[in-house]
């Protein structure tokens, strides 16, 4: 039997045609690995953290290299003081 493949230039045009719509996109992410990296290029592309979610993010994402902010064009923080402070404590807030 033949290998029923969709070629990954197809997934990317999927992939980008949704753009628009996050919860397909997270879908997206459930359906296929080698459709996450594609799909966080556009759920990542503007990331808005509060004081409280900056840590959260170090946590999750440990590894600058797979963080979702090597896809991120526009980053908002409600506070800067919490930057500032994070920035003190840990020798910089965002690793990447």
Not at 60 to 85: G, I, R, W
Request: include cysteine; hydrophobic fraction near 35%; glycine fraction near 4%.
């Amino acid at each position: 039997m033949s290998n029923r493949c969709i070629p990954p230039e197809i997934c990317d045009h999927i992939v980008d045609f949704l753009h628009g719509d996050p919860n397909t996109l997270k879908q997206c992410c459930l359906c296929s690995r080698s459709w996450v990296p594609r799909t966080r290029k556009h759920l990542f592309a503007v990331v808005r953290l509060y004081p409280q979610d900056i840590m959260r993010w170090k946590k999750t994402f440990l590894d600058p290299s797979n963080s979702p902010a090597h896809h991120t064009h526009t980053l908002s923080v409600n506070s800067l003081k919490a930057v500032t402070l994070a920035d003190l404590t840990e020798g910089g807030w965002v690793s990447t």
